[in-house]
């Protein structure tokens, strides 16, 4: 294998490829080896069309640091080139962050949020990052690596590099697939994680870690915040999108009149649900603007909540004139309350 000596020379202003008469189908069938600015130097094999498994790990072939991990600079930096020039490339390389994304979730899990938390380190099961690091030095300090659970911007730069690939390519269905998936988990993710300050009355993101990595756990980084923002609002896009072109995979499951013989006030089309989903009915709440629909969880062992006047209701656990700026923590508490009683 030999590194192309043109190579030094490709220069990439936003993304497009400046040398004179460059012809990228050319270059990847005529070398093994090229480099992709940024320190980045790769093989094809490595993201071989169609192996979604793999993904272009730091340093590379330049060097053992990082043991091979995937950080956020892949899908930063590397796969816009891809996207513009090889997309059944830049594919694989989302894939590969699909395949990942249930180490993702046990992450969150283990940190105590929802959804899929990506690793800042990545490897075969997306769990990689260690927690500290251990010198060769035997009278060395073990330092924390904070990056582990504080520098999670990876997870909006994933959210990112899905979206453009999608907007530069139109593959629907490689988003409805894999891609939707991944914006929607880790904005679930970001969910769990915003802390809410009452005396501000807004979100915040406190104790992390931005793209200046020597300052560590700050709150409000300006780089993590705008790309959370931006997050949440393209997995509202993605989610209107699904119910639109793909309804189907906007749910979980579908539950419907069609599903049950009896209709509410019978407790059968509810019970039907959560079999679906695997809940135990002391584990669901229904939310509901009907009396009959209200009595049908009240008679599956559920929790109801009413929308509407409150003499509609005479069952319900909890009574809302509507769903305007009520939270489901303060929906949480309520429902709690009611329990007790």
Not at 4 to 11: A, G, K, V
Not at 189 to 203: I, K
């Amino acid at each position: 294998m030999k590194i192309p000596e043109h190579s030094r020379d490709l220069i990439y202003t936003d993304w497009t490829l400046t040398e004179a008469n460059f012809d990228p189908e050319q270059l990847w069938a005529r070398e093994t080896v090229f480099t992709i600015g940024n320190g980045y130097l790769g093989t094809r094999g490595s993201f071989e069309e169609g192996n979604d498994r793999v993904s272009v790990p730091a340093k590379t072939l330049s060097g053992f640091g990082y043991r091979g991990h995937i950080f956020w600079d892949t899908e930063i930096f590397i796969l816009p080139f891809f996207t513009f020039t090889q997309p059944a490339i830049a594919r694989s390389l989302l894939t590969y962050r699909y395949h990942t994304l249930a180490g993702a979730r046990r992450k969150a899990a283990h940190s105590g949020y929802k959804g899929a938390m990506f690793a800042w380190e990545s490897a075969t099961t997306g769990e990689a990052t260690p927690q500290t690091s251990i010198s060769t030095d035997p009278y060395a300090e073990v330092v924390r690596i904070w990056c582990r659970d504080r520098e999670i911007h990876l997870s909006a730069d994933i959210a990112y590099a899905v979206w453009h690939y999608w907007q530069a390519t139109g593959d629907d269905h490689w988003l409805r697939d894999y891609g939707a998936e991944i914006i929607l988990d880790t904005a679930l993710f970001w969910m769990s994680r915003l802390e809410w300050h009452a005396e501000q009355e807004r979100y915040e993101l406190c104790g992390v870690i931005g793209a200046d990595e020597y300052h560590e756990r700050v709150n409000n980084n300006a780089l993590t915040n705008r790309m959370v923002q931006w997050h949440l609002e393209k997995a509202v896009a993605v989610y209107e999108w699904l119910q639109q072109t793909f309804p189907s995979r906007a749910v979980d499951e579908i539950a419907d009149g069609n599903s049950v013989q009896q209709p509410k006030p019978a407790p059968d089309l509810f019970v039907f649900a959560a079999n679906l989903l695997e809940l135990k009915p002391s584990q669901c709440v229904v939310v509901e603007d009907a009396a009959v629909g209200v009595e049908a969880a009240i008679a599956a062992g559920m929790m109801a909540v009413g929308i509407g006047p409150s003499d509609r209701f005479k069952t319900a656990n909890v009574i809302l004139s509507n769903l305007i700026n009520v939270r489901w923590s303060d929906l949480q508490l309520k429902l709690k309350a009611s329990r007790a009683d």
